[in-house]
């Protein structure tokens, strides 16, 4: 069996890893994000969504019954031990959905090469054994508090330094340039890996 390379991408807020992961993509490889597991594992699992309410009651729903990321992003950023909870919830729930989608990849006539997935708390997590290869996209505190939403402040505490992430990834690259060095430096990442 062809299993594909997998690969993980991990970094920073705002450091770029949506944009190194569609750059992948537009190069082949098979890409999946864990963000995007979250956010569907919120809005279809029942099981994730009554985990929820009894943990944090109707308040973190909407009145069209979606889940609010931001009223449950408020609760967990200013409690630690309701953010241990909900990791807990999710992240055996993510894992065991991209190891699938890894396993669906590898039965298929003519697998990708390459499967790429999006891990924002990789090293965190502990969950780099889980890959082939790691690329750890950084950028500078200035850049990365232009483009992320969430004030750093609120997330940094818990998250790994860059200098430690980079010293035990495969790859890393500094994404204070434009879209065209990404692209550039995902293709020699994939030229390395394929050779």
């Given at each position: 069996?062809?299993?594909p390379i997998?690969?993980?991408?991990?970094?920073?807020?705002?450091?770029?890893?949506?944009?190194?992961?569609?750059?992948?993509?537009?190069?082949?490889?098979?890409?999946?994000s864990s963000?995007?597991?979250?956010?569907?594992?919120?809005?279809?699992?029942?099981?994730?969504?009554?985990?929820?309410?009894?943990?944090?009651?109707?308040?973190?729903?909407?009145?069209?019954?979606?889940?609010?990321?931001?009223?449950?992003?408020?609760?967990?950023?200013?409690?630690?031990?309701?953010?241990?909870?909900?990791?807990?919830?999710?992240?055996?729930?993510?894992?065991?959905?991209?190891?699938?989608?890894?396993?669906?990849?590898?039965?298929?006539?003519?697998?990708?090469?390459?499967?790429?997935?999006?891990?924002?708390?990789?090293?965190?997590?502990?969950?780099?054994?889980?890959?082939?290869?790691?690329?750890?996209?950084?950028?500078?505190?200035?850049?990365?508090?232009?483009?992320?939403?969430?004030?750093?402040?609120?997330?940094?505490?818990?998250?790994?330094?860059?200098?430690?992430?980079?010293?035990?990834?495969?790859?890393?690259?500094?994404?204070?340039?434009?879209?065209?060095?990404?692209d550039d430096?995902?293709?020699?990442?994939?030229?390395?890996?394929?050779?």
């Open positions: 069996m062809a299993r997998a690969v993980a991408i991990t970094g920073g807020i705002g450091a770029g890893k949506s944009e190194a992961l569609a750059a992948f993509a537009r190069h082949g490889a098979a890409v999946i963000d995007d597991i979250v956010h569907r594992l919120l809005q279809e699992d029942a099981n994730v969504r009554e985990a929820l309410r009894e943990r944090f009651g109707e308040g973190v729903f909407g009145d069209d019954g979606e889940v609010d990321r931001g009223a449950i992003a408020e609760i967990v950023f200013a409690d630690r031990e309701a953010l241990d909870w909900l990791e807990g919830l999710l992240h055996p729930l993510v894992v065991q959905e991209y190891m699938s989608w890894r396993e669906r990849l590898a039965e298929l006539d003519d697998p990708p090469p390459v499967s790429v997935t999006e891990v924002p708390l990789l090293y965190e997590v502990g969950g780099q054994d889980r890959f082939d290869t790691v690329v750890v996209v950084t950028a500078s505190p200035d850049v990365r508090g232009a483009r992320s939403e969430v004030a750093a402040e609120e997330r940094e505490p818990r998250l790994l330094p860059d200098t430690v992430k980079i010293a035990q990834a495969d790859f890393a690259y500094v994404n204070d340039g434009s879209l065209e060095k990404l430096f995902v293709q020699a990442v994939l030229k390395e890996l394929t050779r």
